[in-house]
């Protein structure tokens, strides 16, 4: 018999949040805030990755497919849909960056946006083999004086 591949839970937003209406947008499966949120026609919501993982195990076990809360049965084409309401309030939810250090606040549809030039978020050193990770404030001096692996110019070449 074939494994099963490896899961990928959990999916949920793993986020500092700063709202308070937290409990009944998280996941029955990963407790995760939900990510791109689905909802079963018997009235459960999860992220869109947990029952598709729950539907894969069962299916690797020759079982039919049921609502990870309850078992009902499901029909993964009729019974389990996009919750567009839940996924936009989720979305308006006031987080806290994850990058230690770092005081912005904003709407988690933000967060991707903010991250991008946030300089307390965790990035790889540009020179090629270099293995470091730091902190994006600190990356200019690193890979200009610090970086074993940066590129000397010598002086005695001629």
């Given at each position: ?19 308070a ?64 309401a ?47 990770t ?25």
């Amino acid at each position: 018999m074939a494994e099963a591949p490896r899961s990928r839970l959990p999916s949920g937003y793993d986020e500092n949040s700063v709202s308070a209406d937290e409990d009944e947008n998280l996941c029955l499966i990963c407790h995760l805030l939900l990510k791109e949120p689905v909802l079963t026609s018997c009235g459960h919501g999860f992220c869109k990755e947990c029952p598709e993982e729950h539907s894969r195990r069962q299916g690797a076990q020759d079982q039919p497919l049921t609502c990870p809360a309850d078992r009902e049965g499901l029909n993964r084409d009729r019974d389990v849909f996009p919750d567009k309401a839940t996924e936009r309030n989720i979305l308006s939810f006031a987080i806290k960056c994850p990058s230690k250090g770092c005081d912005w606040t904003g709407e988690l549809r933000s967060k991707e946006v903010h991250l991008a030039p946030c300089l307390f978020k965790f990035v790889s050193c540009t020179n090629e083999n270099c293995r470091v990770t730091l902190q994006r404030r600190d990356l200019e001096e690193h890979v200009t004086t610090m970086c074993q692996w940066r590129i000397l110019e010598c002086d005695h070449w001629q």
